[in-house]
């Protein structure tokens, strides 16, 4: 049973559990105003709503498993409410660095925390 066990291993990339977790608009904002980069998930026509200031636009729909340039900061994702960027977090947890996160309610829980939105 080892032998077989061994080669079944060999054979299947091992899973890593993933290492993604939710923060809270609160703890985004603090890390962001650490350096944390913000990477907005939302494709380009729903950002004329508002986003996060300073924040990376990379919609779902462009994801590639190349990871993000984040020199050691933690990566936080967001999209809308924050249903889009939890359904989506073994993807983002492959390119998002040491430490990837998601904010908790998204852009709208951002926004309800009083944080300021770019218009445009």
Excluded at 9 to 28: C, G, H, W
Aim: glycine share 10%; charged share 20%; with cysteine.
């Amino acid at each position: 049973m080892n032998l077989f066990r061994t080669i079944l291993k060999s054979l299947l990339p091992e899973r890593k559990p993933m290492k993604i977790v939710t923060v809270t608009p609160q703890e985004a904002k603090a890390l962001a105003d650490c350096g944390a980069i913000l990477v907005d998930v939302r494709e380009p026509g729903e950002r004329a709503g508002g986003c996060i200031p300073n924040d990376r636009n990379l919609p779902l729909s462009r994801l590639t498993p190349v990871p993000i340039e984040h020199n050691g900061k933690p990566v936080i994702f967001y999209c809308a409410s924050g249903a889009r960027t939890r359904m989506n977090a073994s993807a983002l947890d492959a390119i998002g660095g040491p430490e990837p996160k998601v904010l908790a309610g998204g852009i709208m829980g951002w926004a309800q925390a009083g944080y300021p939105i770019v218009r445009g």
